[in-house]
């Protein structure tokens, strides 16, 4: 079963490939079948709050577009416009495994962790938004070993926080996280050069303020420690990482403007061989190049059937999207905000609360995102693209500090044995909002200077 699910997963990449670099005839019933039958072959296995809230979207979204009346073709044009989001999770899914035991990456991990108290926060954040804004869940793995091993129970709250903050806000701005992935197919005039910056600094601003928060809230808390030895890092390997990071980058953003794809295709087209080269450069898989190859490739193969969480939500919300754009005329909306939220900045407050508390609730982040993109543009909302674009890219990452059903919150409660709706509705909401009511007035300000 499991072999039958990932190649018809492959075979669904390899025709989005195809189809963004020539054009594929008939792609969409193509691209259709495969997703479906993708979800169908691994619906046993899928966790039931994942697979519930993938197929509840899915029906409603046939159901609005069947109830509006509209080309029932839109359906399959949802389920196609779902490639993107398979074509980026192939890729991850590459770049986890040499990353998972590079020598250099694990030296970084090593200084990170071997921190004393007073920079550990600063170190665990600003390591993980590093780390993880190029090899995405992969990087927060190589730190969570930090939380797992921590006994003492405050230490380990402000070090999960520490990820947290640190991870997530790194969706802000790299190429490499969904959400940029996800902003600028909802926003199709953006380009990621045009938000990077912005973003970058929303990024900047959740890591001060997280750093902040933790010195004040616990100011005056008297936490076991035991002594750290801190662990310098070679000069070999910190230019190794560097290399590792920015080459990579280099690479995708150098591919999208030259050729013209987006970045889930430049991901998807470059990662497995850059993955397998920097696997094979690794001696301890063995002597033989060749046996080096073929275990990342067996690797990559026996991974996929695992994203069949991610599948679920992201086809749902897709299709979702697409089916509720029908029955909201954006001219009437236009008119209904223009007289009942005249204010350009209250909808930008309304907007990023109202994902962070669509968060909180346990709905993904990218639900929010892709109505905005398909409901309210920006020339409904009354906001130049980047500026809606800094917005979704900001609260993307913050609504999933107070989710306890998010792949970040999930994965960091199985690593420190905290139940996910304590990290997420009894840690976080504080710091959730004082990041977002900050994000909302950067962002306003923003605005405003662009208008002078």
């Not at 190649?7 to 989005?16: D, R, S």
């Not at 938000?195 to 005056?220: C, E, M, N, Q, T």
């Not at 850059?274 to 033989?288: M, R």
């Not at 900045?345 to 709905?363: K, S, T, V």
């Amino acid at each position: 079963m499991g072999t039958l699910s990932a190649g018809i997963y492959l075979t669904a990449v390899v025709f989005g490939i195809a189809h963004a670099l020539v054009g594929v005839p008939h792609f969409g019933p193509i691209a259709t079948v495969l997703i479906i039958s993708f979800l169908a072959l691994e619906f046993r296995r899928t966790p039931l709050p994942q697979a519930c809230v993938g197929i509840g979207l899915i029906v409603a979204g046939c159901l609005s577009i069947y109830a509006s009346g509209a080309d029932l073709h839109l359906i399959i044009e949802g389920f196609a416009r779902s490639k993107t989001f398979l074509m980026l999770f192939f890729a991850v899914t590459w770049l986890r495994i040499p990353a998972s035991d590079s020598p250099s990456i694990r030296a970084a991990r090593r200084m990170i962790i071997n921190q004393p108290p007073g920079k550990r926060f600063l170190y665990l954040a600003s390591g993980v938004h590093v780390l993880g804004a190029v090899l995405n869940l992969a990087g927060l793995s190589l730190l969570s070993t930090m939380v797992e091993r921590q006994q003492d129970p405050l230490l380990r709250r402000r070090m999960l926080t520490a990820l947290m903050i640190g991870f997530i806000s790194a969706s802000s701005w790299s190429p490499f996280y969904v959400s940029m992935v996800v902003v600028l197919l909802a926003i199709p005039s953006l380009e990621w050069l045009d938000v990077v910056g912005w973003g970058l600094a929303l990024g900047i601003l959740a890591l001060a303020v997280g750093w902040i928060y933790d010195r004040l809230a616990w100011h005056s808390a008297r936490a076991a420690s035991d002594p750290v030895t801190p662990v310098p890092m070679p000069l070999r390997d910190r230019v190794q990482v560097a290399g590792i990071l920015l080459s990579l980058i280099i690479l995708v953003i150098g591919f999208v403007e030259l050729v013209g794809v987006t970045i889930p295709v430049a991901l998807a087209l470059l990662a497995p061989p850059y993955a397998i080269v920097w696997f094979v450069s690794n001696p301890q898989h063995g002597a033989d190049l060749w046996v080096r190859a073929r275990e990342i490739v067996r690797q990559v193969f026996v991974a996929i059937p695992s994203l069949r969480n991610e599948t679920y939500v992201f086809v749902g919300a897709t299709v979702f999207g697409v089916g509720v754009a029908t029955l909201i005329p954006a001219a009437d909306l236009t008119l209904w905000l223009d007289t009942y939220i005249p204010y350009i900045d209250l909808r930008i407050a309304l907007l990023m609360f109202g994902i962070l508390a669509m968060g909180a609730l346990g709905m993904h982040a990218v639900i929010g995102v892709i109505l905005v993109g398909e409901v309210l543009p920006p020339e409904v909302m009354g906001v130049p693209d980047w500026i809606l674009g800094i917005s979704l890219l900001g609260i993307w990452g913050l609504s999933t500090l107070v989710n306890p059903y998010s792949g970040t919150t999930l994965y960091l409660a199985r690593a420190s044995g905290v139940s996910a709706f304590t990290i997420a509705w009894r840690w976080h909401p504080v710091v959730a909002l004082i990041l977002v009511g900050l994000t909302t007035m950067l962002i306003a300000a923003l605005r405003h200077i662009s208008l002078l």
